[in-house]
């Protein structure tokens, strides 16, 4: 409950890309959960994962198309409470740091691109994954975002269930997910539609570095047990609720 409050006042008080923010924010189960706040985007720390556990942003056109990208250097983030990595870390690393919000989605606003190096706003995933489905994946979101005007994306990892299981790296204390999930969630009519992908945390094979998106599609209520994350508010919940109480339904069964 004091997570919701907090995050109300901060949507309240603090705008997101130059304006208020007004889509769903996630709301994790864990007691521990934390948001470290910049001008176009949101993280979220929750436990001692090393890495976020989810990224949120609005994406408009005129956020990814005509400006000048900034060269930038990965810097530590001292907002994050845990463990906090370097770029001294990440240069000793084999795996490839990944933006949850690239530097691309802020075009126009400096600030922004900066912050996009901030080590809280990152991943680690094998070069070719990102290279293929991830970048992807975030052009399919551009494309919506020029359709629609408006889409809202979200990021991040799907650790194991099994706490036990769970790998770690980067002096023990960085979680190696078993997936990564991206969400657009978009409105036509006033109806709300969403994109969700889960995509494995391997090396991918040929053939999956060009197949279809919808190979990775992912049912959104799947993907909130598989993370303990609440991602869509009730209002937006109930565009869904067919393909809710369907998976409900699945699940009791």
Known sequence: M?????????LMVTP?????ITFPVPMPAAKDAYVVENNAFMVCYAGNYGIPIWEMHRLKPEMFIGGALITGEWKADSRVKSYRITAKDIAGL????????PKSHAVNDV??????????????????LKDSIWE?????????????????????????????????TMNNRIAIPSYF????????GGKAHYKCYRIPNRVPADY???????DYAYNIYQLEEDTSIDFFDRETDSNFRQEKVKF????VR
Do not use: C, H, W
């Open 2 to 10: 004091k997570i919701k409050k907090f995050l109300l006042l901060l």
């Open 16 to 20: 997101l890309y130059a304006q208020g």
């Open 94 to 101: 084999r795996l490839e740091p990944v933006q949850l919000f």
């Open 111 to 128: 600030e922004s691109q900066n912050a996009s190096f901030y080590t809280s706003n990152l991943l680690f995933m094998n070069k070719q």
């Open 136 to 168: 992807r994946i975030t052009e399919s979101f551009e494309e919506l975002a020029k359709e629609y005007d408006t889409v809202y994306v979200y990021a991040g990892p799907i650790f194991d269930k099994d706490t036990l299981k769970i790998k770690y």
């Open 181 to 188: 999930y991206r969400i657009a969630l978009y409105f036509e």
């Open 208 to 214: 999956e570095r060009t197949s279809s998106l919808e």
């Open 248 to 251: 409900l339904d699945k699940r």
